[in-house]
């Protein structure tokens, strides 16, 4: 699976949007984006994903790069519990696909 | 629906001790992988079980083992534990589905301690 990037820590005003940068510029053409947050002392939560498209839903949006080599995750109106770890991962879709998790973004959502 | 589950929540086991930690996955589930989290790190992949058999394997001794049972649950065991086992172990059930998987839902974790 490609390798992420992603800055270590990002704070957001409550109410606003918080935009989550990640590199993946090894990215290959059968691999999804993937994104998913981990709240302290919990397990990680899915998000979104995609391949190419941008994508939505009731959680957030996912704006990919033409050349797929980066993506942003938008939360478009962060709230307080939006404060959490959040990992972008790069894993193919096939019978056996493990995700491999960096250190990802600390989002702390401020009042 | 009861999400994934993971007993027990907290666990405290002696150095060279074996242990076992048991999940259960979301209704509809058939494959669980199991994960380490050491302190301030992501997740580490451990091994993934689907019909039964171990399908992939991360970087971990063969200390690390696994089953999978026919209602789908499963079960991690370390034997000969070491200080450095001491983590948060989640576990994440998914469907796979003709394109693969379908996305992971993960357990709150065991929170394993070895003195």
């Known amino acids: 699976d490609a390798k992420t990037t992603q800055p270590p820590s990002m704070d957001c005003a409550e109410g606003r949007a918080a935009n989550l940068p990640c590199n993946h510029s090894?990215?290959?053409?059968?691999?999804?984006v993937y994104w998913y947050r981990q709240i302290h002392s919990q397990g990680p939560q899915y998000i979104i994903h995609?391949?190419?498209n941008n994508e939505t839903n009731e959680m957030a949006s996912l704006i990919i790069t033409e050349d797929r080599k980066s993506s942003t995750l938008i939360l478009p109106h962060a709230t307080l519990r939006d404060t959490a770890v959040y990992y972008c991962?790069?894993?193919?879709?096939?019978?056996?696909?493990?995700?491999?998790f960096g250190s990802g973004t600390q989002l702390t959502v401020l009042p | 629906d009861a999400g994934v589950t993971q007993s027990p929540t907290h666990l405290i086991k002696t150095r060279g001790q074996q242990v076992t930690l048991r999940c259960s996955p979301k209704?509809?589930?058939?494959?669980v992988s199991w994960y380490q989290q050491a302190l301030g790190q992501g997740p580490q992949f451990i091994f993934q079980?689907?019909?039964?058999?171990?399908?992939q394997r991360g970087n971990f001794p063969d200390r690390f083992s696994g089953h999978q049972f026919p209602n789908y649950s499963s079960e991690l065991n370390v034997n000969a534990l070491l200080l450095g086992d001491s983590a948060l172990y989640l576990c994440?059930?998914?469907?796979?589905?003709?394109?693969?998987?379908?996305?992971?839902?993960f357990g709150q974790g065991t929170r394993l301690t070895v003195v």
């Open positions: 209704s509809g589930h058939d494959t």
């Open positions: 994440a059930s998914s469907f796979r589905d003709r394109g693969g998987f379908g996305e992971a839902f």
């Open positions: 995609g391949l190419k």
């Open positions: 079980y689907y019909e039964e058999e171990e399908r």
């Open positions: 090894t990215i290959s053409g059968n691999e999804y």
């Open positions: 991962i790069v894993s193919s879709a096939g019978s056996a696909r493990q995700l491999t």
